[in-house]
């Protein structure tokens, strides 16, 4: 890898490190979610420091207990349709900053997903990296 290469690949780095949801958003969405919290920490098997670090700093990693939690949250809040396809309605009520521009931005990516799982990923990726700033 040459110099310059280097140097572009430290930079794009850093900028996506730098990306953080910020406390009041995260406190928000943590008053949605905590009667659901402990039970899908559980079932996902991860630490709820983990949990907190993913909304934070705005990195959801494709990984399959991170799937879990988030497909778990949703689950419990009874966000998915009868035909496995998010309630853009639902995810609309959720809190004040999920505007209508915001989901509609976020459903096609969920939609083009087969599995349930995936779809809770792509919508906890598109909703926090929307929320997040530099």
Known sequence: MNTHTLFVAILLVGAVQSRRVTQETYDIFFQLIEPYYPNCLVEAGITPGYAKDVVITAFVPDEANVKQYFDCLYVAM?????????????????????????????????????????????????????????
Request: charge should be negative.
């Open 78 to 134: 009874d966000l998915f349709l009868e035909n496995g396809e998010f309630s853009r309605e639902k995810v609309i009520g959720l809190a004040s900053y999920m505007t209508e521009a915001l989901v509609d931005e976020c459903m096609p990516l969920t939609e083009r997903e087969v599995l349930r799982v995936d779809k809770s990923l792509a919508l906890a990726n598109c909703l926090i990296n929307a929320l997040a700033i530099d």
